[in-house]
């Protein structure tokens, strides 16, 4: 054993991110001291990024099974079945270090890397979507990062191909110095052709396809795991470059060689390229490992062991190919002219050896990298004890609205309920031609030459997490659920994308701990399983005088599956005359200061300028209950649309049917709240529907949910469909205020 | 009447899929796909169709390293024995590049990329692709492209109107284009570059079927008169 340089001192070890114990724990698990290469690879492995060594204890409690779950978390991404032998491949997965110092190639890579995780599977992406997160918009460096993202996102989908049909983006200062980029796809195999990555059969070749690799996104995951410090523009090199073209000819050379028999396992090379992707393979297959870095493709000369291995270089992948199938398998990658590279054999020693220049220059037990990685059980605050800590009370001095109408004017022209048509344009939403729904509830995907439809949607709500993690939680879930319902899918499974500040201080920890509590009982209650995921944490920032930490945001990712497509439902009013109604998983007779109203609600914070008061509670037995109800509503053609109500509560909910259909309507408030409860709360659980056969609405509604343990679900009539006022203003106005913010914020 | 259609598939095509399906759906005729790499094409076609996408990428100019690819050099050939073409998005910007068309396509305005449903106003209903249409028909198709603002000289933007070369003009302009330009055709009238997909437009699923038209004008220009 040799190698060249570097003798192992402690300041080296510190630059590779090691506390002293860990420290320890690699002379232990190697019996000697590491080399400068071995050392690199358990840093990179140990990362938070790739061990999640704080979350992993906590990720375990989530439930991940349902009958149509043909594989859970531990995989690329999740896989659901669809039924007629087809299965949806997806997950969400998180750029947002790289995106803050480099707001295109970020948010571009990041979109690759997440494509690349659903086609590694077999599946042909067939939707992205997104969940963007941005500080106050009168930040200096805001504006340039809103448009960098956009454009990065839109750079790298709309050249792959691969329609954006869904997302989110809101505003608040705690994102000031870490924005936060969540990419996610959806992509969709044959059931019976899907690939993983289990490194199996002694002596199978491993091959390298795709770009070669280069100096770059070296340490990207080691990064991606620390707080952002005063030197984060200094952090540059690190961020990745995109190159989608290449991207679109792997998937179409990958797809073509997964046709054939060729594959026994494939992995792409995300975070920690080639180490991860590697020691990933072996590990699951039980085997070891064994690679010539000679044969590694590089983009120049001099590139050592070191560098190759902890390249973030995109569009690359790693294969164990069946014995004698090289030169087929390499035929179709000249066709697509991207290189191909047998570097290395699966063995049985559980080692990962490399050798270069004919001497061996790592020689690491798989165990200690992987399966024995460290494990974290971090210190965290009770739910009191952070309510406390957080000063979260009950809203006193409730304020009331003179005026809904110029109210709502002021909802829709402020940055978090404004349209977001200046982002989904700049994104291609068809290409494909299978789009049938976006800019709705949830974004709405034919699966090709079929009646079937996935539909999809990514919630999170950051400001109910923050004042109440569990219940935040709960609702991120309940939300995705809701939306899915809403366009008349049956919710199938969740990926998520969980976004923390630093787990090391025992608050944030809480925020994740409790948070991901009120997530499992959600999906549980909502038979909504969890199947792929990823943990960002540290996300917090000194760099730009933000100094703290981004509000907890695990953002979940829904997909839900509707039989027939003729019977998709979208939002906006359809006739003058349709009755409009609430249907509510509360019951609606009167208020309730348990529900909270208005407490963490938008309108509170617009317009009052007061971020106060508590989470909205979610009902889980009565969301389900009013979801199942809407199904039905729409399955059996009684309703013409519906919408969910969330940011901005029943007003908002209305003036977005309202600009959706172009048509107006009238409506009566509930004397038993106040105005401001009524129109602007955002308790949970509720869907605005509407109906031209009052009789048979009243009739379904009447015999409530299918399932007899939920509680009933209210419904009220709100009004009438018609003319072309809301709340005393034109939805002229209305479109003016709502289209406003970002054609006056992007041409200041 | 059956009609035959290939349709080309460059590095980066990404709408090909699209095109095969409309074409197929419309014709109901299989059609053949091309590489780009291959020397010749399917022996009497009366379609050949270049799909959307970012073809080799796009890093040099939209649709230049396209235009000189190998399967190009048939494809100039078929036009000019007066073999139909139809580019469609980049497939507009190939023909512009590889000469078949006048103009060229430049970024758009705003800069920034644009998909949506546009409206366009058919100009020219005397044309093989346009004669199911309307003269001064509106139609609504959606764009997706970044590189879409028609440019031409001042002498042959004239000539392209006088000679009603211009066969869809935007009704509402979204990227700069000279004279509102969405879609011109070549001398002999069997070359169409078009910035819309009418390929997205064919479906009552795609949210309108305006695209139809299109496909429908060119199984006609087939019928026995």
């Known amino acids: ?748 | 009447m059956t009609m035959r259609s290939a349709v080309i598939t460059f590095p980066g095509s990404n709408c090909d899929r699209d095109m095969v399906v409309a074409l197929e759906q419309l014709s109901r005729t299989s059609v053949a796909r091309v590489w780009h790499r291959d020397t010749s094409l399917p022996e009497g076609l009366d379609l050949i169709a270049l799909p959307g996408g970012f073809s080799y990428g796009d890093y040099l100019r939209a649709g230049a390293m396209a235009a000189n690819s190998p399967i190009m050099r048939e494809v100039v050939r078929a036009a000019e024995r007066g073999v139909p073409v139809l580019g469609v998005c980049n497939g507009f910007q190939v023909l512009a590049e590889s000469g078949l068309l006048p103009g060229a396509l430049m970024r758009n305005a705003s800069q920034n990329y644009i998909c949506r449903t546009v409206g366009l106003r058919v100009e020219n209903n005397r044309t093989r692709f346009t004669s199911a249409m309307a003269e001064g028909q509106e139609i609504r198709i959606p764009i997706a492209h970044h590189d879409g603002n028609y440019f031409a000289d001042p002498e042959t933007l004239e000539q392209l109107e006088g000679d009603g070369r211009i066969v869809f003009r935007y009704t509402e302009n979204p990227n700069g284009s000279r004279n509102d330009i969405a879609g011109v055709i070549s001398e002999k009238g069997n070359v169409l570059g078009m910035m819309p997909h009418p390929e997205r437009a064919i479906d009552q699923a795609h949210g309108g079927t305006d695209g139809r038209a299109i496909f429908e004008s060119l199984l006609e220009s087939l019928e026995p008169a």
Request: with cysteine; charged share 20%.
């Open chain 1, 1 to 748: 054993m040799s190698h060249p340089t570097n003798a192992i001192t402690p300041e080296i070890v510190a630059q590779h991110g090691f506390t002293p114990e860990e420290y320890d724990r690699v002379l232990t698990a190697l019996g000697r001291e590491p080399n400068l290469t071995e050392l690199g690879i358990f840093s990179v492995m140990w990362s938070e990024h790739c061990s999640y060594k704080s979350s992993r204890l906590h990720l375990k409690k989530l439930p991940t099974e349902a009958p149509w779950v043909i594989c859970g978390p531990g995989e690329n991404a999740g896989v659901i079945d669809i039924g007629d032998g087809q299965a949806a491949i997806f997950k969400m997965e998180s750029h947002n270090h790289p995106s803050y110092i480099e707001p295109y190639q970020g948010a571009a890579t990041g979109v690759g890397g997440i494509l690349r995780d659903v086609f590694t599977m077999g599946a042909r992406p067939v939707a992205n979507a997104n969940a963007l997160r941005f500080g106050r918009p009168d930040h200096p460096k805001m504006k340039h990062l809103v448009k960098g993202v956009v454009a990065g996102i839109g750079g790298y989908g709309n050249c792959v191909g691969i329609p954006t049909v869904a997302g989110e983006t809101n505003f608040d200062p705690a994102y000031d110095g870490n924005i936060l980029v969540n990419a996610m796809t959806v992509g969709v195999a044959d059931a019976d052709k899907i690939f993983y990555s289990a490194a199996t059969g002694v002596g199978n070749p491993i091959v390298y396809v795709g770009s070669k690799t280069g100096r770059d996104g070296i340490h990207g995951a080691t990064m991606a795991s620390a707080d952002f410090g005063e030197d984060a523009e200094e952090k540059r090199p690190t961020v990745q470059v995109g190159d989608p073209f290449t991207e679109k000819l792997l998937i179409e050379a990958c797809l073509e060689l997964m046709a054939t028999d060729a594959i026994v396992a494939i992995q792409d090379m995300g975070a920690a390229g080639l180490t991860s992707s590697s020691v990933e393979m072996a590990t699951n297959g039980k085997a070891g490992i064994r690679l010539d870095m000679n044969k590694v493709p590089c983009r120049e000369d001099g590139m050592t062991p070191y560098e190759m291995m902890l390249s973030e270089s995109q569009e690359r992948m790693l294969m164990v190919l069946k014995p004698g199938k090289e030169k087929m398998a390499a035929a179709i990658f000249e066709k697509w002219e991207l290189d191909f590279a047998v570097i290395g054999e699966v063995t049985d020693t559980q080692h990962m050896v490399l050798e270069w220049n004919g001497e061996t220059v790592c020689d690491i037990p798989l165990g200690p990298l992987a399966a024995e990685a460290p494990l974290y059980d971090r210190p965290y605050l009770s739910q009191d004890e952070y309510k406390v800590w957080a000063k979260i009370k009950p809203l006193e001095d409730v304020p009331e609205t003179s005026d809904v109408g110029a109210d709502l004017l002021t909802l829709l022209a402020s940055p978090n309920l404004a349209s977001k048509g200046w982002i989904s344009q700049q994104y291609d939403s068809q290409v494909g031609a299978d789009t049938l729904q976006t800019g709705g509830d949830a974004g709405v995907v034919r699966v090709h030459g079929t009646k079937k439809a996935l539909a999809i949607t990514t919630d999170c709500t950051p400001r109910y997490v923050y004042a109440d993690p569990y219940e935040g939680g709960k609702q991120a879930i309940a939300e995705a659920y809701r939306n899915l319902c809403a366009v008349g899918a049956r919710p199938l499974a969740v990926t998520n994308c969980l976004n923390f500040a630093n787990p090391q201080r025992p608050e944030i920890m809480a925020q994740f701990v409790h948070a991901l509590d009120g997530m499992g009982d959600a999906c549980r209650a909502l038979d909504f399983p969890i199947v792929s995921g990823n943990v960002s944490l540290y996300n917090e920032s000194k760099a730009t005088g933000g100094g703290s930490a981004i509000l907890p945001t695990p953002a979940i990712g829904g997909v839900g599956i509707i039989d027939d497509y003729d019977a998709m439902m979208t939002m906006g009013f359809k006739n003058e005359g349709d009755a409009i109604y609430l249907v509510a998983a509360e019951h609606w007779a009167k208020p309730d200061p348990t529900r909270s109203h208005l407490g963490k609600s938008l309108w509170l914070k617009t317009v009052h300028g007061r971020d106060e008061g508590r989470t909205p509670p979610t009902d889980l037995v009565r969301e389900r209950g009013a979801g199942d109800i809407v199904r039905r509503l729409i399955a059996e053609g009684i309703v013409n649309a519906v919408h969910d109500v969330s940011d901005g509560g029943l007003a908002v909910a209305l003036a977005e049917m309202a600009l959706a259909g172009d048509l107006g309507a009238e409506v009566s408030a509930n004397e038993a709240y106040t105005a401001a409860q009524w129109w602007f709360g955002e308790d949970q659980g509720r869907y605005v529907v509407t109906a031209s056969d009052i009789e048979a609405f009243n009739k379904i509604v009447a015999e409530g949910p299918e399932n007899a343990a939920a509680a009933q679900v209210g419904f009220r009539r709100l009004g009438t469909v018609g003319g072309t006022e809301l709340f005393g203003r034109t939805i002229a106005e209305l479109r003016a205020a709502h289209e406003s913010f970002f054609k006056e914020w992007m041409e200041s």
